[in-house]
Structure formats: C-alpha cells, structure tokens
C-alpha cells in the first residue's frame, strides 16, 4: 500500500480517486443522542414558553434516560 493509500473498512482500499470513494456511513450513535437530546430540549422550552399545554411525560423519560446513558454512573456502557 502506497502513502497515498488508506485503508477503509472491511479490507477495502481508498486510492484517493473520488471515483471510489466510499458513500457516507451512519451519524456516529453519540451524535444521534446529543441531536434527539437537543430536540426534546427544544421542544420542552416551546411548550414552556406558550404555557398552555402539558408537556408529554415521555419526553421527560426519554430526555432522561438520555442524560443517564451520556453523564450517569455507567456513561460510555453501551445500553443497547
């Protein structure tokens, strides 16, 4: 493998020819977190804000079992 070779994943080889670059894979399973995390924060703060409807329970749950996952005892364990 020349300098200008890397390799990409299941023995494959880029050569650096746009021509056979892999396609983009998956959002990386933390940066998925922190975005659904932000999403249910912002949509908590929306229903703050207007002060007229309840916020869905769920999302509490979610947002915090999120927070448990990336901040609590076991953050970094994968829970799946």
Do not use: C
């Not at 912002?42 to 409807?53: C, N, Q, S, T, V």
């Amino acid at each position: 493998m020349t300098t200008e070779e890397q390799v990409v994943g299941f023995g494959r080889v880029y050569s650096g020819d746009p021509a056979f670059k892999p396609p983009l894979g998956l959002e990386p399973k933390y940066s998925a977190r922190m975005g659904r995390k932000q999403a249910i924060r912002e949509a908590i703060e929306r229903y703050l804000e207007d002060g007229k409807f309840e916020i869905d329970p769920e999302w509490v749950k979610e947002y915090n079992e999120l927070v448990r996952i990336d901040f609590g005892p076991t953050a970094g364990v994968s829970h799946e």
